[in-house]
């Protein structure tokens, strides 16, 4: 009996993509976005994302000791929350408030929960909405890029109200040259960032393909400006769409792990974000609306089991 | 448009390390061994004792139940001991211990016959006589699947060869392309079916062309093209793609009207008719990245694989796991004493056996394991059922359709092991089922 080999239950290979592999991509995934940001606020959104991030990972692994927990800070999970947050933020909050979100997102909506894979809400967008209530004025108040301190109304805040300011051009909101949350203005940063997690398989299109169109089809036939296919891709382009439908819907943890689950909640989040932006008092309603699907996405799961390949009555028929 | 099913993952196969060469002989080994246990059904007794003189292709374990299959010796010589021994499913059976005289003197009863000519009952037979299984790893008798209650109308051969590194039917395919379609043949003429289907992975185009220009290929046989994703050759999924029917659960794949049959075992089913020789070799693959030589070899049953590894080279370093079958369903080995088995048709060994088991990451639900799982199950789910050991709900999740294809372990970002605790949980939902029958 020289030799020992290991002995375990099959299988024996593994595909290497860890969840930090997987944390990993969705950064980098991040970083065209982050990078256009820095560029077109300067160098105090730059602060904002680090302050964000910075304090997410410290939240996670003060939270961890108190409570004696295996830290997990090395997961990366924490740096995406605190990205995503910062991405969220208008470019000109002040620090301090970051922070505070930033915490709020990792302890309450995260770590109370239980911690990574058992939040039922996205942290990032809870802190968001959490902010949004707390500090209406700091996180409503935008400006332009490439300019210091000239304060504007977002397109939608425009198109909605009436807000004073002049539309930028389409080819504007594609680029980013828009006023906006750091993350959100570019759609074309967005997209490379969903390229890069299709190719490595981070996520499937389902949601961010089946959000926006649902959302576009509402918006074309019964939006403020019906059969307008300039008005829908100014919808489409500004705000936070893109950005949450790439990002913030494709959650793992909060969004239906069965396939038809996915295309109902990605509907959901549409038909909710049309609801909010045509009817509601906000002009901006892709947060709210992916936290509500969050909250339904168990039920959505419970109903959507899919049927087994031999069993035509599925699990869920009794 | 290649066939193939819903779900599945294309996992790296490593076949480049020995798809292109050519099947080997081995030395003269000077003890085989060949245990009792090397199919599925009931247990055989041997026919001879220490001291008999046995030949090639005699008959030296048998049993009178129908589902069970003798075992023949691959070599003369003389029978030296019987007792437990090393098996690949990491346990120990008796085994028939014969050493080699080298003489290879061929045993009365092999001779050859033309298979045109027989009764479809003697072809039969003739299966259940030369002791033959399903030789991709499960070992069910061939004979029984041959004898389905009803009427079938497919047969396919099984020629996907979907897990990793192994390259044993791909060469048999490449080099013995006439003796797998008489297989077939002889399957089509038992089952009383004028054409008969071949999946082939679409990564095999010299298979596929081989046995094409086969002089035994015809318009009654029809190679289906399959697309490259494990867990393709899973009977099922095989079924799925070629016919489209769909093997309800709990069902046979007789019950959908198909019968499926390795590619190596139809060429075992062509040398038992035709030369009249029993199982008694099979095609092996020796791979992985701790073997200096990774090989293909025609190897005679009984040989100890250590004695398989020693004439690939050896190893270069100590494997960290050495595996009896493939890396996604193959049996991890804690030595390499154990014989060659009519089902073995791999041995690996890895340098480096990857981590598939962290007890401390948490599961995020990725959903990757839904989203490829062949069953179309929830394997996620079925671990947590598993881990509070809730029959009811791995019931409610359909745990026993699991087919242990190891996809949802391997896709696992966190490192669940998840098919290991859906074999946990397994066992208590039959125990459940059973008695919810009674």
Redesign the interface.
Known sequence: MENHYIVSSSPHIHTGVTTRRIMLDVIIALLPAVIVGGFLFGYYATIVIGASVASAVIAEWAFEKITKRPNTAGDLSAVVTGLLLALNMPPQIPIWMVCVGSGFAIVIAKQLFGGLGKNFVNPALAARCFMLIAWTGAMTTFREPLVDAVASATPLAIMKDGAAGTLPSLLQCFVGVKAGTIGEVSAIAILIGFAYLLVRRVITPTIPVIYVLSFAVLTFFFGKQAMDVNYLLYQILTGGLLLGAVFMATDYTTTPTTPLGAVIFAAGCGILTFLIRRFGGYPEGVSFSILLMNVAAPLIERYTIPKSFGNKGGAASK | MAATF?GGFH?HDHKDLTNTKRTKTLPDCDVHIYPLRQHIGAPLSPLVKPGDHVDVGQKIADSDQFVSAPVHSSVSGTVTKIEPYYHDS?TMTEAIFVENDKKYTVAQTVRPRDYKKLLDKDLLSAVREAGIVGMGGAGFPTHVKLSPKTKVDYVILNCAECE?YITADHRAMLEEPDKMIIGLKIAMRILDLTDGHIGVELNKPDAIAALKSSPEYNEHIHIVPLKVKYPQGAE?QLI?AVTGR??????LPADAGAVVINGSTAVAIAKAVEDGMPLIERNLTVSGDAVKEPSNFHVRTGVPISFVIENAGGFIA??????SGG??????????DYPVVKTTSSV?A?LH?????DP????????KC??HC?????P?KLRQASVKNDVDMAM???AT?CI?C??C???????K?I??YI?MIKPEVLKKQREGAK
């Open positions: 819903k996992v990491g990793p099922k799925k769909r093997v309800k659960a709990g069902a100590k494997p960290e796991k050495v595996i890396p996604m369903m193959g049996i991890a080995q804690y030595n390499t690996l890895l056996a990857p981590k598939i088991f401390d990451a948490p599961c995020i639900r990725c959903g839904v989203q062949p069953m179309q199950l929830m996620f409610k999740y359909n359709e242990e190891g996809l372990s391997y896709i696992c970002p966190a490192n092991n098919l290991q074999r």
